[in-house]
């Protein structure tokens, strides 16, 4: 599909639509939806900032390219005076007092933000049901679930509620609810994007990124949010990707895959049919294809799961009730933090909190927390090994096709193997983009740290290829 | 200090007790090969440079800022922002 943003600011521009009756369609659609997707909406002011590139448009001053176009927000981005709730019941009445770097630069773009989106609570699942405001069902079949944890944003693409929305990914949460709703969806490479205003699951990991249905917006969308921030250290400086770039498409000479992500009995066999007959595709084009070795899968959970439970034990320690959120009183303070933190936390939320404070704890530390950060650094520098021999990793997304609503709560164990094929490039925090091609859940394309340019290069070679 | 803190008390969370599917996942760290050791002193390849850290200052809030951080606050006893009672052990 071509570029929604551009078509959008033509029909702007040559007066064909209003930015008032655009904003408002989209409204309409947003509360009529029975998709669970929109925690809030934000009517007034997306009207208002409407009205104001009307009154521009009608004085014949030119307007930027995202100027007007309506946007989602992950319920978990600060956008002082909205209703910022992490989908929690801890935060369910909690106002943002400041706005995230990244929402903020595409405020000064002109989009206009009209919905905080539905998604699993703190980023805590990877199914949308996480959620105190009913699980998100998915775009295309609604007795599946709509994928996590930023389902909201995905289906809101999807069904075009919204014309592109940003999710946050720590594991995955960016690239497979696009895979299981059929859109693009891209992690940058970490540090790409400010994550100042974001709330912290597993600062290590934690990336912004679009949600989109074409590459284009994909590429507009990044360019505008990218950027060092003196609010975020490890946010680094980073070039612009031109649309000449992407267009280019014969840069890419050999591509890898892991083979044991393939060669096992835990993917679906259409999946991998799927899979396998892409790059069959890949190779009648020219391109060499390696099969590369990989880390085992449940290695690869295993890491990430301990890694991101201590970073969310520790980042969610400040969520007491004391100076914002839904304090439950008790006798005393000791009493009062963990009556509101058991009553208000959800089921996984504690069981990640409890697993990061074992990890953290003398006597497990070293056997399981700083042997997981060894295993991080071995996957990193396997990481480094192969983009000496490969200009791109593909993968498929998921082993599997999208569970049907209620089974994932069941058996949580499931729900993080689920995960395998999205951690490990969040552990070694590469830019990686799911596209809606390759197999039902789609594919994900990767590149070295910063060639955020190569992924969506090759994305746009893989859409005439497959 | 031999006192030994259980997962509910460091966790802040009653009755928390240790999950057998994360349990599950901690098993496989545990039984997993590492290469050697000296991947340990890698671990900190997100550290800062001491001099890209930015300049330690006080910024003012914005008045509506202030504002919103005041409505957020659970409890309000005439004019002041009221904390739960601090006890001494």
């Known amino acids: 599909m071509d570029s929604q943003i551009k078509k959008i600011h033509q029909q702007l521009v040559s007066k064909e639509i209003t930015c008032t009756e655009l904003v408002q369609r989209k409204l309409d659609l947003l509360k009529k939806n029975t998709h669970n997707t929109a925690n809030s909406l934000l009517e007034s002011s997306a009207l208002e900032l409407a009205a104001k590139v009307d009154a521009k448009i009608s004085n014949g001053e030119t307007i930027g390219v995202l100027e007007g176009i309506p946007f989602g927000i992950k319920d978990v981005y600060m956008l002082q005076g909205t209703y910022t709730t992490a989908s929690s019941n801890l935060l369910k009445h909690y106002k943002s007092a400041y706005t995230a770097t990244a929402i903020q630069k595409l405020l000064d773009a002109g989009a206009i933000p009209i919905v905080k989106e539905n998604c699993d609570s703190f980023g805590h699942g990877s199914s949308s049901e996480n959620t105190i405001f009913g699980a998100v069902k998915n775009a295309i079949n609604p007795e599946l679930v709509g994928g996590g944890s930023s389902g909201g944003s995905a289906v809101n693409v999807a069904k075009d509620y919204t014309i592109f929305s940003i999710g946050g990914d720590t594991g995955g949460s960016i690239r497979q609810p696009a895979g299981y709703n059929k859109i693009y969806g891209l992690k940058p490479t970490y540090g790409r994007i400010s994550r100042y205003g974001l709330m912290a699951y597993a600062s290590s990991t934690d990336c912004v990124g679009p949600l989109a249905k074409s590459i284009e917006d994909i590429r507009i969308v990044l360019n505008v949010m990218s950027g060092k921030d003196a609010k975020d250290q490890t946010s680094i400086e980073s070039e612009s990707i031109s649309e000449e770039t992407i267009a280019n498409t014969n840069t890419v000479k050999t591509i890898g895959y892991f083979k044991n992500f393939i060669e096992n009995d835990a993917i679906d066999t259409q999946i991998k049919n799927d899979f396998l007959a892409s790059i069959e595709k890949i190779k009648a084009k020219g391109i060499e294809v390696k099969a590369l070795d990989f880390f085992k899968s449940d290695i690869l959970v295993s890491t990430y799961y301990t890694l991101a439970m201590a970073e969310t034990a520790s980042n969610l320690s400040r969520l007491d009730g004391t100076n914002y959120g839904n304090r439950i009183e008790s006798e005393n303070l000791k009493e009062t933090y963990a009556v509101t933190r058991s009553e208000n936390f959800s089921e996984e939320t504690k069981r990640r909190i409890v697993g990061g404070n074992q990890v953290l704890s003398q006597g497990f530390s070293d056997e399981i927390y700083l042997k997981g950060l060894a295993l991080r650094d071995q996957i990193s520098e396997n990481f480094n090994k192969d983009f000496e021999e490969v200009d791109i990793i593909i993968s498929p997304v998921t082993p599997s096709t999208p569970p049907k609503i209620g089974d994932s709560l069941k058996d949580p164990l499931a729900m993080y193997l689920s995960d395998a094929y999205t951690v490990g490039f969040s552990l070694g925090q590469l830019p990686t983009l799911t596209i809606p091609q390759g197999t039902s859940t789609g594919i994900q394309i990767t590149a070295a740290k910063n060639n955020d340019a190569h992924v969506l290069q090759f994305a746009n070679f893989l859409k005439e290829t497959i | ?89």
Do not use: C, W
């Open chain 2, 1 to 89: 200090m031999s006192k030994i803190m259980t997962v509910d008390i460091l966790s802040s969370i009653k009755g928390a007790q240790p999950s057998e599917a994360v349990n599950k996942l901690f098993d496989v760290i545990k039984n997993a090969h590492t290469e050697n050791n000296e991947s340990f002193n890698n671990v900190n390849n997100n550290a800062l440079s001491v001099n890209d850290l930015r300049d330690d200052v006080v910024i003012e809030s914005s008045a509506i800022e202030k504002q919103i951080i005041i409505e957020n606050f659970p409890k309000e006893k005439n004019g002041y922002l009221v904390v739960s009672k601090v006890i001494e052990e």
